[in-house]
């Protein structure tokens, strides 16, 4: 894992090293500040927010089945971020914590962003 509490991109950075990095590496950052989405789209965390932009390089042989099989990681991961962030919200609501979410809407778009109260909070 390679953490800086600022980068331009996380995805920029990885293409730009991408022949040091080892097979598996996760690049994570407090404030992003170039980075983008699909199309032109801009995905920047601002310096005063609480979030965490990161990006995930996986080398995988061509040949193995695994390779095959990526397009459904993507949906399969914004399936458990969606799990996830339910079950946090059920706890905190169990636990009758201030500020919850009471009207949980949360949903895929894409097979790879996570949307929630109609915002997109994650995308893969």
Known sequence: MFFSEQMNSTQTVSVENRTHIPGKLVLCTLNQTQGRGR?????????????LTLSTV???????NLFYAVSSIELLVALAVCNAIEAVVERMK?????????????????PNDVFLLGRKVVEF
């Open 58 to 64: 996986i080398s995988i042989p061509m040949h193995s």
């Open 39 to 51: 199309r032109t789209n801009e995905w920047i965390s601002p310096n005063d927010a609480n979030s």
């Open 94 to 110: 169990a636990e009758n914590q201030e500020n919850v979410i009471h009207l949980l809407q949360i949903g895929t778009k894409w």
